[in-house]
């Protein structure tokens, strides 16, 4: 029997520790080795990503490798949260992200099973950095480990610009500002807007729908809108005083600001995210993946 108070640093531990608990509250007939554990979790552990992350990529990872298959069932997020130390928000948060990326599937009353492995291909790289955030690193060539935080989100009312990009709507548009954290490097800050008329339930969605998560998912599975296109440009410009406060950057600095302009089935506008990106030595690598590669 393993104690609260032995496990409760169990994530300031090196990184087996994660995949050592996850078998350690494994109720179920298969059982993976500490051997087996401890090379998946060193495969995906990243310097300054979250321990939801590490949670969530380890699991990834024993997926990716047959260790767990499908039907296999995680452990109930009260004893994973008891297990490793963490709020039972933060394991709701983890396993909620993998639901929407169709790495497992929730069932209420029943608990959460890993999904078939026949789902739509996805890129798995793609999304465990977020959809245009793969900053590299000058030194190693590597993506920067990147994770993102619900800012707010509202109503804006219809006007241009983004009415000129995604058409009037009479409801206005669904704002969703996320900031997003290159590893420990800098921030950017993420503004996205979708027609309220389509779009106005992901008001009532709880916070933590929205934070590491690639929100292609949600619109292709909650709303039948699959990203079927993309058109980006950049320009730089003037920082905003309100932005530069955000990015911890002085007011007037030099910024590079990313649109993108998503388009769904017959070529209809989907939404418009705006993405301010601060000064700074790494490379933004922009190369776009095709639909069959991320899942829209």
Known sequence: MVSRTAMTSLLDRPSFQIERAIELCSSGPRRVSPETLLRAVSRSARNGLPKHIQLGNAIIDLINGSTLTAGDQIPPEQQLSQVLGLSLGTVQKTLNRLAIEGWVVREHGRGTF??????????VTFYRYLDHFRFLDPQSGEPLPVHSTLISRDLAPSRDPVSKSLGADLKGFVRIIRRIDAGDAFSCRSSMYLAATRFQRLLTFPPHAFENVNLKQIFESQFNAPTTGLVQTVRVESVKSKDAKLLKIKPESCV?????????????????????????????DVSQPSVAETGG
């Open 114 to 123: 890993v999904a078939d492995p026949n789902r739509a291909t996805q890129d």
């Open 256 to 284: 590079l600001v990313l649109e993108i302009l998503a388009r769904t089935h017959g070529e209809q506008p989907l939404s418009l995210q705006r993405v301010v990106i601060p000064p700074s030595g790494y490379s933004l």
